[in-house]
């Protein structure tokens, strides 16, 4: 699992909260040290830099339900 975030987004910190200690079991990269990345995250979010994307199975989901990705990360 691949986590897109920034620094100063309140979600990615709510995110990052939620989630507890799984949360070094996915991968979390910072949009504004790698320019791929927040490409990445341009192209599948109508051409904006929507934090956090977190790619699932291959899927990117925007903004997803912290329970949804909690739950995942168990699994995984």
Known sequence: MVVYWRPGCGFCAMLKARLGKLRDRATWINIWDDEEA?????????????????????????????????ERLKAA
């Open 38 to 70: 927040a490409a990445f995250v341009r192209s599948v979010n109508d051409g904006n830099e929507v934090v956090p994307t977190v790619v699932m199975d291959g899927i990117p989901h925007t903004n997803p339900n912290p329970g949804m990705v909690k």
